[in-house]
């Protein structure tokens, strides 16, 4: 592999450093928001390389480029958390973009992930930092079944009168299944301790990728929280895979009647204060998610 060659003009190709580079998404702060890995070169790596990789990077997710199209910008990545592969990750996928645009300039670029095309914009400010925006596969929403939600709700250690019963229990899907459940109350949302092997099993059991759990500050704003034991993490302090399936169950039960603009407020729980934006069209399927993201050093 070539050297790092951050902190260098954009090129017009993808040097790949000999180590992963670390980004934290969501964020213009490399403290806050949610790290991620990235490698620009796997195409010589292997499943178990992968996993290993990811692994030892440590974060929520790595994202790996393996395959690519440099005179197209177009890009095959495959995600992987310390513990297994996921279809798509949101967060790294916009630590990846941050890192392309670094190299290459900024711009747009498309993705093939294991959940389907997913097309990338980034643009750059004043500071350098960089924003993308994706655009999610198609998503869809349905009712959570009573067995799924009792099960849920015994390994958060809640009860049904937490819930918000205004934003019914959903399965979510935006290129993951994740369980919705929204609260009452912000302090409901800040008290979570869960446990952790109990929910993987429940999780596993139904395909969940993570649990989505919100309160709704105002119909633009919500907070939220993503447990993440299937991947071997406690949680998630941004969760763009998450936020893109929140347009689509906003969609479905008709909460959204025209083009909306909705910020999702994340990790402030966890020390790590994120910000997520949504824009969710309902005449649309895909929801478009934007964040900052900026390279740990």
Known sequence: MNSDLSGTSPANHLEAPAQPLRYSAFTNDPAGGNPAGVVLDASGLDDEAMLRIAAEVGYSETAFITDRVEASRRFRVRYFSPLT????????????????????????????????????????????????????????????????????????????????????????????????????????????????????????????TTLLLLWRESPERFHA?????????VEDPATGAAAASLGGYLRTLGLVTGPARITIRQGEDMGRPSDLLIDVDPQGTRTRVTGQAVRIV
């Open 225 to 233: 929280r993503n447990p993440f034991p299937v991947g071997g993490v």
């Open 85 to 208: 592969e996921v279809a798509f990750c949101g967060h790294a996928t916009v630590a990846l973009a941050a890192a392309i645009a670094d190299r290459l300039g900024p711009g747009e670029i498309v993705l093939d992930t294991r959940a389907g095309e997913v097309p990338v914009t980034t643009t750059v400010d004043g500071d350098g930092v960089v924003s993308a925006t994706l655009t999610s596969v198609p998503t869809r929403s349905r009712p959570a079944l009573s067995t799924e939600l009792d099960e849920a709700l015994k390994a958060l250690g809640w009860v049904p009168e937490d819930l918000d019963p205004a934003l019914p229990p959903h399965v979510a899907f935006a290129g993951n299944d994740h369980l919705v459940l929204a609260v009452g109350s912000r302090e409901r949302l800040a008290d979570l301790d869960y446990d952790f092997d109990g929910l993987a099993d429940v999780m596993r059991r139904h395909g969940w």
